[in-house]
């Protein structure tokens, strides 16, 4: 069965931490992708990548950075946890034409205290 | 501006009959089109995707109409169950390449048995 794979459920930090969110795909997919999901806004994009060692901004990047060292991880890093950064970040992958677009992971739901 | 969009937070529908969920979008260049189904600490998953070229796609239970000169699509179930209850995202992309999607905010389907 393919997966995506982010590393915690639940995370619980304190503001002004460093946070590193890992995600890992087993498919050889090209394409990954880094959302936040909050109520009554959707999916945001926050970074993504077509390959190893490329990033490209999405919609919120602000605070935000990403690394994608190998093609299976891509992890999402929050340089300095503010509370606004409260909220559950999906992790997805594609490869190019796919017709279902992205797999997810689970998510990981973080909370900034 | 949202470029896609779900007008509609939430329904509710008694199981057995029609779930109708609505979808509207801005953007002209919008090619291809998905839903993805959303359970509670899970990531979405890939339900039903249309090309423009089409104007209906079914898959058992569901359908999607696309209204392309409206840009208006709506997912339909039939009959509806207590297990289609979740959250379903609207997600459109200039293509099909597997990228670029952007998503609705989400629709909370609630079938009651």
């Known amino acids: 069965d393919v997966k995506v794979t982010q590393s915690s459920r639940y995370l619980v930090k304190r503001t002004g931490e460093k946070v590193f969110l890992e995600c890992v795909q087993d498919m050889d997919h090209e394409n990954m992708f880094w959302y936040r999901q909050d109520p009554g806004l959707g999916l945001r994009l926050i970074y993504f990548s077509y390959d190893v060692k490329m990033k490209e901004k999405g919609d919120i990047p602000e605070g935000y950075s990403v690394s994608r060292e190998k093609k299976e991880r891509f992890s999402l890093i929050l340089e300095s946890a503010s509370t606004n950064q409260t909220s559950m970040y999906l992790c997805?992958?594609?490869?190019?034409?796919?017709?279902?677009?992205?797999?997810f992971g689970s998510g990981t739901r973080l909370t900034v205290v | 501006d949202q470029q896609v969009k779900q007008n509609s937070p939430s329904l509710s529908v008694q199981e057995g009959r029609i779930s109708i969920l609505n979808c509207d979008y801005t953007n002209s260049m919008f090619d291809y089109f998905l839903w993805y189904k959303k359970y509670p600490a899970e990531g979405p998953t890939f339900l039903i995707s249309?090309?423009?070229?089409?104007d209906k796609n079914e898959d058992g239970r569901f359908t999607v109409f696309l209204n392309k000169s409206a840009k208006h699509l709506s997912l339909h179930i039939v009959p509806s169950q207590p297990g289609d209850s979740a959250v379903y995202f609207c997600?459109?992309?200039?293509?099909?390449?597997?990228?670029?999607?952007?998503f609705g905010p989400g629709t909370r389907l609630s079938v009651l048995p």
């Open positions: 249309i090309s423009s070229i089409k």
């Open positions: 997600a459109a992309s200039p293509n099909n390449y597997g990228q670029n999607f952007v």
């Open positions: 997805a992958s594609s490869f190019t034409g796919s017709y279902w677009g992205y797999t």
